[in-house]
């Protein structure tokens, strides 16, 4: 559920930073009059911020995804393995 939210606040902020800081700069402060605009590399950065905020949520769907069965290895196909070796001896010398 938080990755979809996150998604979904990534999206938003990504297609529309305009009114994305707009909203928060309404719910942020209080002000009379029209909001105060924001520079132009204010927008830019909200913009990259929610590409990082897509990019990691996807990757982290995409890995969950992937550790659910693809990746994981069974010991009956691994034919070629080398045996395991017993860490647990000790070797004493007289």
Known sequence: MLKLLLGGIGLV??????????????????????APTPKPWIVTTARIEGLIILTAVV????????????L???????????????????DTIT
């Open 13 to 34: 902020e990504t297609l529309y930073p305009e009114r994305f800081i707009r909203v928060l700069t309404r719910l942020s402060y209080e002000y009379d009059g029209d």
């Open 59 to 70: 990757w982290s769907a995409l890995k969950a995804d992937c550790n659910c069965g693809l």
């Open 72 to 90: 994981s290895r069974n010991d009956e196909s691994d034919d070629d393995a080398e045996p395991a070796v017993e860490t647990d001896q000790i």
